[in-house]
T-cell receptor, first 113, second 115 residues
């Protein structure tokens, strides 16, 4: 089955700097890659996603890149702010009837003021 | 509109007791997922429903865990003979339909503590 690895497990950056989180997946059939943000004590929420027919997607300060050949995708946050501090989860999905989301273990991002 | 709701929000139970956790998905969402999240850990997939059928039960950790769903609405996750290692937050999520890349909307979770 699908296996998703995520690095780093923790990341500290200074406010205003960029943060990059990388995920690798094992099943080449995966074709949808969402990123969820979970603030302390709250539920995960989708922040951005990308489909396998696209190499990059951007939404304001957040971007995701996908390399299908290498089977990895990355989340990029620019001009980080303290409210970006949270745990970020990537997931790989084989879109179809059995839409099972396989999540990575998460990255705890701390943005230092 | 209303989001995904779960009940109870917190449950403390003694080892060996059975517990039942409830999830009310967003109305009209046909796909429903259960996850377990231990303290400081990631999301562990348990089971997925499409309508009231469960195509993927591979994540259930043992035969003490079971889940059912009535139509395309409420789902219950039952843990029998609870063990201390069952202590975790149990998250439910729903999405519009299967067969396409749709956002999962998560509920607030049920925090289960087994003493």
């Amino acid at each position: 089955g699908e296996n998703v690895e995520q690095h780093p497990s923790t990341l500290s950056v200074q406010e205003g700097d960029s943060a990059v989180i990388k995920c690798t997946y094992s099943d080449s059939a995966s074709n949808y890659f969402p990123w969820y943000k979970q603030e302390l004590g709250k539920r995960p929420q989708l922040i951005i996603d990308i489909r396998s027919n696209v190499g990059e997607k951007k939404d304001q300060r957040i971007a995701v890149t996908l390399n299908k050949t290498a089977k990895h995708f990355s989340l990029h946050i620019t001009e980080t702010q303290p409210e970006d501090s949270a745990v970020y989860f990537c997931a790989a999905v084989i879109v179809g009837y059995g839409q099972n989301f396989v999540f990575g273990p998460g990255t705890r991002l701390s943005v230092l003021p | 509109g209303a989001g995904v709701s779960q009940s109870p929000s917190n449950k403390v139970t003694e080892k060996g007791k059975d517990v039942e956790l409830r999830c009310d998905p967003i109305s009209g969402h046909t796909a429903l997922y259960w996850y377990r999240q231990r303290l400081g850990q990631g999301l562990e997939f348990l089971i997925y429903f499409q309508g009231n059928s469960a195509p993927d039960k591979s994540g259930l950790p043992s035969d003490r865990f079971s889940a059912e769903r009535t139509g395309e609405s409420v789902s219950t996750l039952t843990i029998q003979r609870t063990q201390q290692e069952d202590s975790a937050v149990y998250l439910c999520a729903s999405s519009l339909v299967a067969g396409g890349p749709h956002e999962q909307y998560f509920g607030p979770g049920t925090r289960l503590t087994v003493t």
